[in-house]
């Protein structure tokens, strides 16, 4: 594609590194035939070739406009479009750079700005999170049923697993900020397993800063990076074998650290080694099998939602199916699989019609074949789908320790 900078812009190492993106297209359109908002809304510009169009222009001096922050807003972020595109644009990256030009032109209006600001002080934040939570989980049962559907049931909390075999090691498990909080019975799971292999977890806190990123508060998303980095290095220097993210969103991210703050002298190798020992789960037990029982008979007939940041954004695709279908658990076929649910971080809560109508697509599809569960890998898309889900929608892991014999 050819571009042109600005002159506002020649001199901006993000509008350089957007252009360098920029050029990488060769106007193909196959991004539109998996993009989830063009499959609903038919609107070229809402899909990836029109967006970069829109961004293109806006390099080139257009004015910033609140019609082009519509259409750039409605990205879901998926990355399935990069799994298509013949050529490798880094559509992601541009999307997240032309934000926040759009932004820095034309700030957003004082009321979704404090929106977005209240989603990131509150979600990202279990300390606030989780008594706010536990109110509304209390309320529940007198709320309006169009309301109640949105907060999650109250998860059982098991005591911890003890590790019954001989120790081999010692990992990482970042506790996540919402998966914490709303399914804690995820981190359980994995600490089974990891008992079962003869691996002891050491919990990771803090947010891995994916919420404040998305929503273009880099700085605060940096900061919050460093301070994770700060917490968990003296564990790594220690000796770890992995960081463990169950929350494949939050994988994304961490496995993101040595890209973000590659420019920053005091943390760049710091992260660069962070992000070179995350792993999702399926990556490390995918390591482990011979360590896991053989099905001896069918467990339950399962759906699976991979969600978008496990086989677009980190692409590992059919790894967590395999696992489960050799414990024995029935995996139905789903169609259009590769597709958003809807829930994608704080979309659901910024362009809630465009999520719902996804969703129900989605549970359509994952539904078809009567499951017993839905399974999927990332806490955003597990709360989202249960929401309006015929069948219980359950983290892959906590069906993985299900199989395993008792300590």
Sequence with gaps: MQTRLAPQYQSNPLAQEAETILRSCVHCGFCNATCPTYQVLGDELDGPRGRIY???ELL????AAESTRLHLDRCLSCRACETTCPSGVRYARLLEIGRHLQNAA????PGEEL???????IIGQPRRLRPLLALAQTLRPVLRAPIARHIPVPAPVRSPYPVTTPQRGKV??????VQSVATPQTEAALQKILAHLGYTLLRGEGCCGALSLHLDAWEEAHEQIRRNIDAWWPVVTAGVDAILVSASGCGSVVKDYGDILRDDPQYAAKAARIAALAKDPSEWLQAHREALPMATEE???IAFHAPCSLQHGQRIQGVAEAILQGLGYRLLPVTDAHLCCGSAGSYSLLQPQMAEELRRRKLENLEAEQPQWIATANVGCQLFLNQAAQVPVRHWLELVAEALPEA
Excluded: E, F, N, Y
Aim: aromatic share 0%.
């Design 54 to 56: 829109l961004l293109k």
């Design 60 to 63: 080139a001096g257009a004015t």
């Design 106 to 109: 034309l700030p957003r209006a």
């Design 115 to 121: 929106r977005r600001r209240a989603i990131r002080a």
């Design 172 to 177: 990482l498990a970042l506790a996540g900020c």
């Design 299 to 301: 467990r339950a007939r």
